[in-house]
Structure formats: C-alpha cells, structure tokens
C-alpha cells in the first residue's frame, strides 16, 4: 500500500476560477477526511466521509466548497468562485483499519493552493 | 467541544539536548491523543499515539504518556538530532474528526 494520495500538488488559479482537488485514500480504509491548513496553524477539519456517505461538514466548509466520494473509494473536493482567501493547503486523510481501536488518520501530501 | 494546547514555539535546542513539548487538553468522552510530525516541505507523519489512560506511545526515541487525570501528552526525546528539525502537532481523534493544535517548530542545531 502506497498510503494516500493527492493531486495536484500545487495549484496556482487566479480569483474567480473553479479549481478540483482528487484524493485516493488507503485502500481498505473506508473513513475519508478534508483539512485545510494554514501557514503556522495546525490543520482544521472540513469534512468526512464514511464510505460514499458524507455525514459532517465544518462551518468553513461555505457554499463554494463541495466534496463528493461517488464509488466510497476516492474522494474530490472542489472550489467555485476561488477567492484569495482559499489560499491554503488542503489535506485528505483516511482511516479505518480493523485492528486500530484509536482510528489512527492518516495523511496524504496535501494540496498547495495559491489563489492570485 | 474539544480543544488541545501546546506550547508555543519555536523551540530552539542543541543535538543531544533533551526535549519536551507540552500537551494538554479537554475533551468529553474518551478521546485518543497523537503526536503528528511535519517535515520541511512534505505532508503529516503520525509520530505516535495512545488509546488509554497511562498508555505510553513510543517512536524512533519519542515518548509521550496519556495521563487522564492532568489531561495531557507531552512529547518527550532524550537527545534530539538535527534531523529531528520539524513541526510537532499534539492532536486528539478517537471520533470523527482530528482536533489539532497550532504546532510547535523545533530547530535542533548541530
């Protein structure tokens, strides 16, 4: 198992543009975690997915964020209208290994996004 | 709803030093904290974790204890190297969502 991915790494957009990140999670892992982080803050949480389900969403999460997990296995999160103040990295995490009493999440490499 | 605190940083220490960084928290329930580790210019790493009280997560020399009776987890290393050089963020899981605290930047110099 490689762990979670993302992609792009980066993403340089200008204001106004609609942008999608993808994130495919640990294959047995059916939990699937959106985090934004910014510069010298620790991540904050956004949404989550149990299999397809979305079932929480933060009030960060505005009417310009969507996340969608169609088949339970990857996971995209789009931004519409971008504004500078999206500007931030966008992690994924996964969990939900049998064995794992403390449902342990696990990070991707995250998502860069400068909005211009 | 929960939080978690950590000292602020950064934290500055020779190689050898011995480090400790501070973790503490409220949560209802019962929570399971973390230690994540963020290299220069790549993603979260766990570190180590606990699932009970007096549980002692331990990882490549660091050491952080769960106790629920002052609600804390500090990290702890005995000699830290240069490659250690990160930021550390103490977190609490255990149900849907991680709450992380604001990180603390350890430079370690040689």
């Known amino acids: 198992d490689t762990g979670v991915s993302q992609n792009p790494r980066h993403k340089i957009t200008k204001r106004g543009q609609n942008v999608t990140f993808r994130c495919d999670p640990i294959s047995e892992h059916n939990r699937l975690y959106w985090y934004r982080q910014t510069l010298g803050q620790g991540p904050e949480f956004l949404t989550y997915f149990q299999n397809e389900a979305q079932l929480e969403k933060s009030r960060l999460l505005s009417d310009r964020f969507s996340a969608e997990r169609p088949k339970g296995s990857f996971s995209t999160l789009e931004i519409q209208r971008t504004e500078q103040g999206d500007s931030a990295m966008y992690l994924c995490?996964?969990?939900?290994?049998?064995?794992?009493?403390?449902?342990?999440?696990?990070f991707g490499p995250g998502t860069r996004l400068t909005v211009l | 709803g929960n939080s978690v605190t950590q000292m602020e940083g950064p934290v500055t220490l020779s190689e050898e030093a011995f480090l400790t960084i501070n973790c503490t928290y409220t949560a209802t329930g019962y929570p399971s904290p973390f230690w994540y580790v963020q290299y220069p210019g790549e993603g979260l790493q766990l570190l180590l974790k606990?699932?009970?009280?007096?549980d002692k997560g331990s990882n490549k020399g660091f050491e952080a204890t769960y106790r629920k009776e002052t609600t804390s987890f500090h990290l702890e290393k005995g000699s830290v190297q240069v490659s250690d050089s990160a930021v550390y963020f103490c977190a609490l899981g255990g149900g849907f969502k991680t709450i992380f605290g604001a990180g603390t930047r350890l430079f370690v110099k040689a």
């Open positions: 606990a699932t009970k009280a007096d």
């Open positions: 995490a996964s969990s939900g290994g049998l064995a794992d009493r403390a449902d342990t999440q696990y």
